[in-house]
């Protein structure tokens, strides 16, 4: 099944870099830097809460430069994503009712974990955006039934490369406004797997001594819809 998702993955990749190439978007970008850097390019530029953006249009890519995280995205503008069909595979495994139901529970926790973090929504469809490729084959398969994927961006700094991923279930709807409130009746294993979701999504958690006692500190970044 986590094969399946991989190589739709990859199949796509491949014909991201069909278009790339086919349509000389290096050249293109070439000559974006080249104008940005001789002052002749028609730039864009946004303020946000934590940093300054430029962003420069070609006829294939729009190139985005982040000042104080030192990362240049580059965007295909026309690329369409495509649809893959995640079968249900919790559904296939757990044949048994009772046991069914009981893990119904907890992959809900985990569900409502990410929608209260990392997730976002379009039109009230759940929508998950990321680098992580672990990330976007658990959220896959939380969601079985039609999920668009499309390349959001390739982000490139002094570091490495990767790529943005974005994936809509659109066979479902969102939990990202109510995730906080359908949580509180969560009860305690459920509850455990709402938070661990949570810290994966965008979350920390760590270990410290106080008063010779082992606590535990879980800080947790609650992301508005978008």
Do not use: C
């Not at 104080?68 to 249900?88: A, E, H, K, S, W």
């Amino acid at each position: 099944m986590i094969d399946d998702i991989l190589n739709e993955m990859l199949k796509y990749l491949y014909q991201y870099d069909d278009y790339w190439i086919k349509n000389r978007v290096s050249n293109e970008l070439r000559r974006i830097i080249e104008d940005l850097l001789n002052g002749r390019a028609e730039v864009i530029v946004r303020r946000t809460e934590s940093s300054l953006i430029i962003a420069v249009r070609g006829s294939h890519v729009t190139l985005e430069i982040i000042r104080n995280r030192d990362v240049i995205v580059q965007i295909l503008n026309d690329f369409p994503g495509t649809t893959m069909r995640i079968p249900d595979v919790f559904k296939e495994f757990v044949k048994n009712r009772n046991r069914y139901e009981e893990l119904a529970k907890m992959l809900l926790a985990a569900k409502l974990g990410l929608a209260n973090t990392d997730e976002g929504e379009n039109k009230d469809k759940p929508r998950m955006r990321t680098t992580r490729l672990w990330q976007a084959v658990f959220w896959a398969l939380l969601y079985p039934g039609d999920v668009y994927i499309s390349i959001k961006s390739i982000n490139v700094n002094v570091e490495d490369v990767t790529i943005t991923w974005s994936f809509t279930a659109n066979n479902h709807v969102s939990y990202k406004e109510n995730a906080l409130k359908i949580a509180k009746d969560l009860d305690e294993k459920t509850l455990l797997i709402f938070l661990l979701t949570s810290i994966l999504g965008d979350g920390y958690a760590n270990a410290y001594l106080r008063r010779s006692r082992l606590r535990a500190r879980i800080e947790i970044t609650v992301n508005a819809a978008s």
